[in-house]
Structure formats: C-alpha cells, structure tokens
Nanobody
Framework: QVQLVESGGGLVQPGGSLTLSCAAS?????????LGWFRQYPGQEREFVAA????????RYTDSVKGRFTISRDNAKNTAYLQMNSLRPEDTAVYYC?????????????????WGQGTQVTVSS
C-alpha cells in the first residue's frame, strides 16, 4: 500500500498564500506515476485541482486555479506540494492528495488509487 499524509492547511485571508505538502511512503510506492490534488466542498464530490508526473515533469490544473496554484514535487523527499497564491473564499475546502501508478489525465477521483486523509483550507477575512 501507499500512504499519503497531507499537511499545511489552515486559515488564511483572501489574497494570501498557503502551501500544502503531501508525503508518500509505503511498500507499494514506486516513485513513478502521478500525484494529484483534489478538493471537496461540503456535500459535493471531490473535484480535481492539479496533478504532476513523477518521472517526467508534466502538470495539469483545473481552470479555476490556473495562474494561482502551482504543483511541484521533490522526489528525494517523496513529497509533492501545492503552492496556493491569491486565495479566494471559494478555495475553502478539504484538500486531498492522491496517487496513482498510471493515471495522470483523469479528472475523476474515482480512478485514482490512493488517497490521503485531507487537510482543511479556509480562506476568510
């Protein structure tokens, strides 16, 4: 199995910045595939935010975060990051890290194999 642990969530004012971390480990961790970030609003399905490949450097973002969020990785630390700038109240959600050995292009969280427990991000004045 692969274990994913998110950290870095918290309360931030509109226009502020926050960086989330996702540390991966476990017997099934291979160091290839992709890591992704999803977010979930109350009563809603998890929605895609961003993804990054682990061998090559390819990234994808949902339209609402393009130009504001940056996904990155540090393979030596088995960690992915989501740098969130110019945060808006509508960015408030529980953010989840996901991993899949093959999947990269799917926006459907159900196709991703492993998930962290989530970290709360609240954007409010």
């Amino acid at each position: 199995q692969v274990q994913l642990v998110e950290s870095g969530g918290g309360l931030v004012q509109p226009g502020g910045s926050l960086t989330l971390s996702c540390a991966a480990s476990g017997r099934s961790w291979t160091g290839y595939g992709a890591l992704g970030w999803f977010r979930q609003y109350p009563g809603q399905e998890r929605e895609f935010v961003a993804a990054i490949t682990l061998i090559t450097i390819s990234t994808r973002y949902t339209d609402s975060v393009k130009g504001r969020f940056t996904i990155s990785r540090d393979n030596a630390k088995n960690t992915a990051y989501l740098q969130m700038n110019s945060l808006r109240p509508e960015d408030t959600a529980v953010y989840y890290c996901a991993y899949d050995r093959i999947n990269f292009y799917s926006d459907d969280g159900r196709s991703w194999g492993f998930w962290g427990q989530g970290t709360q991000v609240t954007v409010s004045s």
